[in-house]
C-alpha cells in the first residue's frame, strides 16, 4: 500500500472497485497486522489520491469516487462568499492553444511572481546537502547548481503557500484524524494572512518545504537513472554517468536522509507522515513499473495509477503539506483544494511529458527521445493506439522485446487518427480538473499565477 488507510475510507473504497478494472495487488503490500501495528489512535491514516479523486473522465470508463475523509469538503463557494472572483467558471479551452481566443499572458507568470523570494532558498540548497566527502558532495549538488531546471515544484509549493495565505481558516470540527494537521501560527491573531505572511515563520516553513520536495525530486531522478541505465539528465550526463553508479545511489540515498532531517525540523508531524508517503509512492511506482503484468500494462487506468505514484503523488502531496503548515487543517476546503489540484496537476504534466516524448527531439527534451519505449513501457499515445489497432496490444504486453517492435508501434501511432489527440485530451481533462480545484480558494495574485502554470503544463513543448 503507499498509504495506510482509514477503515471506514478503505470499505468503501472496496465497494466503489465493483465499477473498476481490476488491476491486481498494489505495488507495495503491508499486512494489516503490521500496518495496525504502526499506527496508533491519533496518527493520520492517508487514502491514496487516486481513491479521492477522479483518474478517467466517464466516457473512458472513469468513476466519481465516494466521498470520504480527505475529499469531503469541496464547497466552491465557502472561501468565496462576498469576494469577486474574474476568472469564475474559467476553461482553458477558451485559450489560445486549446482552441479559444483569450491570452494566457493576461494572468500572472507564475516563474517571475516568486523568482526573488526563491533565489536565495536556491543558494541555501547547495549548502543543505554539502558534506566532508568531496565526490558526494558534488554528485549530490549537480541538479542545483548546472541542471537546475526551471524549479516547477518549489515554483508551486511557493505560489501554493501565497494562495492559501488569502483564505481564512475553518474552523475545526472535533477531533477526528481527518481535522488534524493544521501548524499552530505563532503570528498576531494566531492567523496568515496575505499583509503578514511574507519574511514570517510560516513563510520560512513552507519555502523551506520547496527545497525538501526538490531534493526528494532530484533524488528519484538520480535513482532512475541508475535504474533506467539513462545517459543523459536535464541535457547533460547522467549522474551515475559522471561519477558511477555507486556514487550515484550514495547521492541519492544523502538527498533522502537530508531531506528527512530538514522535513523533521518543519515540527508538524502531519507533515512528516503526508510526506514520508509521497516518499513511499516514488518506490511503489519503480515497483509497478518494473512488475505490472501483461494485462495491466495495457490499462489506461493501471498506468495513470503508476503516473500517480512516480509523478503526481509528490506534488499532491506537498500542496496538502502547504495549506497544513499555513495553518489550514487537513480536512479543509482548502487543503483538499490544495492536494486536488497538485493531483492533477501532477498527472497533466506527466501524461504531456508522455506526449513529448513522441513528439520532441531528444535536444529539446533534455532526455533522450521514446525512452519508455526503450524500458519496455507503454504510455497514454501507446495505450490510444493499441484500442485502435489490435495487433499493437500483444507488443505492449511483451514490452517491445523482440526485433521491429518499437518500429510497429511508432508506425501505428503515427497513422492513428485518434491516438495522439486522445492522449492530449485526457492531459487537457486533468489539467482542467486542476483548475477547478484551484477556482474554489479566492482569488489572488498567486492563485491566477498558478492557473496560468496549469496552461504552461499542457502546452510546453520540453
Not at 486536488?340 to 531528444?362: K, N, R, S, V, Y
Request: charged share 25%.
Amino acid at each position: 500500500m503507499t498509504a495506510t488507510l482509514k477503515e471506514e475510507s478503505s470499505a468503501t473504497s472496496s465497494s466503489n472497485n465493483g465499477a473498476k478494472k481490476d488491476l491486481g495487488p498494489q505495488p507495495v503490500v503491508v499486512s494489516a497486522e503490521a500496518e495496525a501495528l504502526s499506527h496508533s489512535a491519533t496518527t493520520m491514516k492517508l487514502t491514496p489520491s487516486f481513491d479521492l479523486f477522479q483518474l478517467l473522465t466517464e466516457e473512458e470508463g472513469g468513476v466519481v469516487p465516494q466521498e470520504m475523509p480527505g475529499n469531503a469538503m469541496r464547497d466552491g463557494t465557502s472561501l468565496k462568499v462576498g469576494i469577486p472572483d474574474t476568472l469564475e467558471g474559467m476553461k482553458l479551452a477558451d485559450y489560445k492553444g486549446l482552441g479559444g481566443t483569450k491570452k494566457i499572458e493576461d494572468l500572472p507568470d507564475p516563474f517571475k511572481m516568486v523568482e526573488k523570494e526563491l533565489q536565495p532558498f536556491a543558494d541555501s540548497i547547495k549548502e543543505l546537502v554539502s558534506t566532508d566527502q568531496p565526490i558526494l558532495s558534488m554528485a549530490a549538488k549537480h541538479f542545483f547548481e548546472k541542471r537546475h531546471g526551471k524549479r516547477f515544484r518549489p515554483t508551486i509549493v511557493q505560489l501554493m503557500a501565497k494562495a492559501v495565505a488569502a483564505c481564512p481558516p475553518e474552523g475545526v470540527k472535533g477531533d477526528q484524524w481527518e481535522w488534524s494537521g493544521a501548524s499552530e501560527v505563532d503570528m498576531e491573531g494566531g492567523v496568515v494572512t496575505t499583509t503578514n505572511h511574507l519574511g514570517s515563520e510560516v513563510w520560512r516553513k513552507q519555502a523551506q518545504l520547496g527545497q525538501i520536495v526538490e531534493m526528494i525530486h532530484v533524488a528519484s531522478l538520480i535513482h532512475d537513472d541508475v535504474l533506467d541505465e539513462a545517459d543523459t539528465r536535464r541535457g547533460g550526463e547522467a549522474v551515475h554517468k559522471l561519477y558511477s553508479n555507486k556514487v550515484a545511489v550514495l547521492a541519492g540515498d544523502y538527498l533522502l536522509a537530508r531531506a528527512s532531517v530538514l522535513l523533521a525540523r518543519l515540527e508538524n508531524t502531519a507533515v512528516v507522515q503526508i510526506m514520508a508517503t509521497a516518499l513511499e509512492s516514488l518506490v511503489a511506482g519503480e515497483i509497478m513499473q518494473l512488475k505490472s503484468s501483461p494485462e495491466e500494462l495495457l490499462q489506461m487506468e493501471s498506468y495513470l495509477r503508476k503516473s500517480y505514484y512516480k509523478t503526481a503523488s509528490l506534488i499532491c502531496y506537498a500542496c496538502r503539506s502547504t495549506a497544513l503548515l499555513g495553518g489550514h487543517a487537513y480536512g479543509s476546503t482548502v487543503a483538499t483544494a490544495c492536494e486536488e489540484f497538485g493531483f492533477h496537476m501532477g498527472l497533466a504534466f506527466q501524461i504531456q511529458d508522455d506526449i513529448l516524448d513522441f513528439t520532441a527531439a531528444a535536444d529539446i527534451l533534455g532526455k533522450p527521445a521514446l525512452a519508455d519505449m526503450s524500458l519496455g513501457l507503454s504510455t497514454a499515445p501507446i495505450l490510444y493506439a493499441a484500442q485502435e489497432f489490435e495487433h499493437l496490444r500483444p507488443l505492449v504486453k511483451r514490452r517491445f522485446k523482440e526485433k521491429g517492435d518499437k518500429q510497429t508501434a511508432l508506425e501505428a501511432l503515427y497513422k492513428s487518427k485518434t491516438a495522439m489527440d486522445k492522449a492530449k485530451n485526457l492531459a487537457q481533462f486533468h489539467a482542467q480538473r486542476a483548475v477547478d480545484a484551484l477556482l474554489r480558494l479566492p482569488q489572488s495574485e498567486a492563485r491566477d499565477a498558478l492557473l496560468r502554470l496549469t496552461y504552461v503544463v499542457i502546452t510546453r513543448k520540453k
